[in-house]
């Protein structure tokens, strides 16, 4: 039983994530509708969205979610391609 109901729990999110994410009107609602989504799904305390540079990999964190217990943001920084796991990139 407890199985069912947490299969209905994440069905029900991503129903409620989907509905969301087609109401998108820019880029930037769907990076910050995203985050939001990721995070509450997975319960993840932190959720980061990077802009690679298709010349040297960099990236660039462009969207971020993160609770109370996350330090510090990210937002705004950019990270060598060195410092980002290839498959991340």
């Known amino acids: 039983v407890q199985?069912?109901?947490?299969?209905?729990?994440?069905?029900?999110?991503?129903?409620?994530?989907?509905n969301r994410?087609?109401?998108?009107?820019?880029?930037d609602?769907?990076?910050?509708?995203?985050?939001?989504?990721?995070?509450e799904?997975?319960?993840f305390d932190h959720v980061s969205?990077?802009?690679?540079?298709p010349i040297d990999h960099h990236g660039e964190v462009?969207?971020?979610r993160m609770n109370k217990f996350v330090p510090r943001s990210l937002l705004g920084l950019h990270f060598p391609a060195s410092?980002?796991?290839?498959r991340t990139r």
């Open 49 to 53: 969205i990077y802009k690679f540079d």
């Open 41 to 43: 799904i997975c319960n």
């Open 3 to 18: 199985q069912d109901e947490s299969d209905f729990f994440f069905h029900s999110k991503a129903r409620s994530s989907t």
């Open 21 to 27: 994410l087609q109401l998108c009107n820019s880029y």
């Open 29 to 39: 609602t769907l990076k910050q509708i995203l985050v939001h989504e990721i995070a």
């Open 83 to 86: 410092d980002i796991p290839l």
């Open 62 to 64: 462009v969207a971020e």
